[in-house]
């Protein structure tokens, strides 16, 4: 009533009244803190139980790699007492500059990943102030105004025109990594036929598999070449096996440790010989390198939507060249409303793997795309090309086991004895095989001082002749193979 009086009941009294715990008669005071802040220091490798002891007989195990834990840099609490900072400062400083030496050399040495490391962004260092977010769906502004949508649809503008997309047929975003587009590609696949099987070589990038766990996902390994392009003979047989059920396809466009383009084209006609129509299976292109170098390449097949194709992932950081991992993922527009969801917080719309993405990293590729353009790119997918052709004839003049895909700018040949030198120019390995990933930054001069050193190691790894090269014909060929064997014959 207008006026009246209304007599409130304590909190207290209405929490005790519905059975709830009673609350502490001290008095809650916000400015206090605790006493001693740090928690115990933990033993290095040591699990430590409940009461925070060191458990007898535990250590941490390393399978792959060196432990960083030798060689971690620890942080320290700064001095209570504020006459110390200058010191602070000055002992960070002095890290950073060795680490920097360190990245310098090791970017002298790198030859075994895809990453274009020959970049130069420094006009872009007046923006590292910023929190830039791009939270939620691209094509949707959110109430967080510090973002870079504008430069993030320019770059999607961009590659679907590389792929003969039409703005208003496309949906895409800029992902985190190579990875983040081939777990969003194939979650797209799934939410378009939930029943569907997931079909990948044995060859396909590890996150593919990934995802099938992730998705709990039926998925079956198809067989490759000794190119390692998909074996479509051997696909078809699973195809037939499992004729009652969709088909999710990741289509290779550039394996991981060959190079290898699986055959689009092939992978589509033996789908429909196998009688699925285009609404009963659903392909995603992982062109995480090669999927920006394939346009620009003549006789290459053509990685197109004209093609009944679902979405397609290229990385940012690999042959563009970008100082933080990020990729570009394109897909249908009208796939991608099975898996948006609107977000009222947000005013705006998810349909991304994660909530948060860089901003940063949008406007990092369009600066690149921007200086570039088609015909930049152009020019160093030749120099690439060349140059990878030029390692494998010089590796087989050496005596050396080498293969190269006609492709690709990935020069496949027989794993270095000694992994110091693997380690030295950080080179990815498999088995018996390892590999050189030519970039727009891997120049002649570095390949000569690669080789150079290579061909001295091994004059020392095989000069008694108790130990061979290892026959690499079952990985790339017995043509390719120049261990005693296959020379011999």
């Known amino acids: 009533m207008v006026g009246s009086v209304v007599e409130v009941e304590p909190m207290s009294a209405k929490l005790q009244s519905r059975g709830a715990v009673e609350i502490s008669s001290e008095i809650f005071d916000p400015t206090a803190v605790v006493a001693e802040p740090l928690p115990p220091v933990v033993a290095n490798g040591a699990d430590i139980d409940e009461g925070g002891e060191e458990k007898k007989g535990k250590s941490r195990e390393i399978v792959l ?97 590389l792929w003969d997309l039409e703005k208003n047929e496309y949906w895409g ?64 047989v699973q195809l037939l096996a499992n004729k009652d059920k969709p088909a999710i396809i990741n289509v290779n466009i550039g394996t991981t440790v060959k190079g290898a383009v699986d055959d689009l084209d092939l992978v589509i006609q033996t789908l429909e010989e196998c009688g699925f129509t285009h609404d009963r299976f659903y392909i995603h292109c992982d062109g995480a390198l090669f999927g920006l170098m394939m346009p620009f390449v003549k006789r290459a097949p053509k990685v197109t939507f004209k093609k009944p194709i679902g979405s397609v992932s290229v990385s940012g950081h690999k042959f563009v060249g970008c100082p933080m991992p990020c990729g570009v993922q394109i897909t249908r527009i009208e796939h991608i409303n099975a898996l ?42 030749q120099k690439c090309l060349r140059n990878a052709h030029y390692l494998k004839d010089r590796l087989l003049d050496a005596g050396i086991s080498a293969m190269l895909n006609e492709l690709s700018s990935t020069v496949v040949f027989e794993r270095p004895l000694e992994e110091e030198f693997v380690r030295r120019w950080q080179l990815a390995c498999q088995g018996n095989i390892a590999h050189v990933v030519v970039m727009p930054n891997v120049t002649i001069e570095k390949l000569d001082d690669f080789l150079s050193e290579l061909v001295e190691k091994r004059s020392t790894w095989f000069q008694d002749g108790k130990v061979q090269p290892p026959c690499v014909a079952a990985d790339i060929g017995g043509e390719s193979c120049l261990c005693a064997l296959h020379r011999a014959a």
């Open 65 to 161: 790699g060196r432990n960083v834990h030798t060689t971690c840099l620890a942080v320290t609490e700064p001095d209570a007492n504020d006459d110390f900072t200058g010191d602070k400062e000055a002992f960070m400083a002095s890290v950073l500059a060795r680490y920097r030496k360190t990245l310098i050399e090791r970017t002298k040495h790198h030859l075994g990943y895809p990453y274009n490391l020959d970049f130069d962004y420094g006009a872009l260092a007046q923006l590292q102030h910023f929190s830039i977010n791009n939270l939620g769906d691209p094509f949707i502004e959110s109430n967080y105004g510090v973002h870079s949508r504008e430069f993030e649809v320019g770059v999607l503008d961009w590659f679907a025109r």
């Open 340 to 381: 948006s969801r609107n977000v009222e917080y947000l005013a705006s719309r998810d349909a991304t793997i994660m909530g948060s993405r860089n901003g940063h990293a949008p406007i990092f590729l369009w600066y690149t795309l921007n200086r570039k353009g088609y015909k930049g790119f152009q020019k160093e997918v």
């Open 173 to 236: 975003y800029i992902t985190n990594c190579g990875t983040e587009g081939n777990l969003h590609g194939i979650l797209v696949g799934r939410e378009v036929l939930p029943d569907g099987i997931l079909y990948a070589s044995r060859e396909s990038h590890y996150s593919v598999f990934k995802a099938a766990r992730m998705y709990r996902m039926d998925s079956v390994k198809v067989g490759t070449l000794v190119s390692g392009e998909i074996d479509c003979a051997d696909f078809k």
